[in-house]
């Protein structure tokens, strides 16, 4: 469980909400495209 936790503060840490995290999490367990994360648009290139 401590590997988790130090994911869910990393990603904290990036500015993900915690409905993004929960997202992210159940994107990786269940593969459903619905939770897939949306790729960034970065604008500083």
Do not use: C, H
């Not at 992210?24 to 459903?32: R, S």
Request: proline share 2%.
């Amino acid at each position: 469980m401590s590997e988790t936790s130090r994911f869910i503060l990393a990603l904290r840490s990036k500015g993900w909400s915690d409905t993004e995290i929960a997202n992210f999490i159940l994107w990786v367990e269940t593969g459903e495209e619905q939770y897939r994360p949306k790729e960034e648009k970065n604008n500083n290139a």
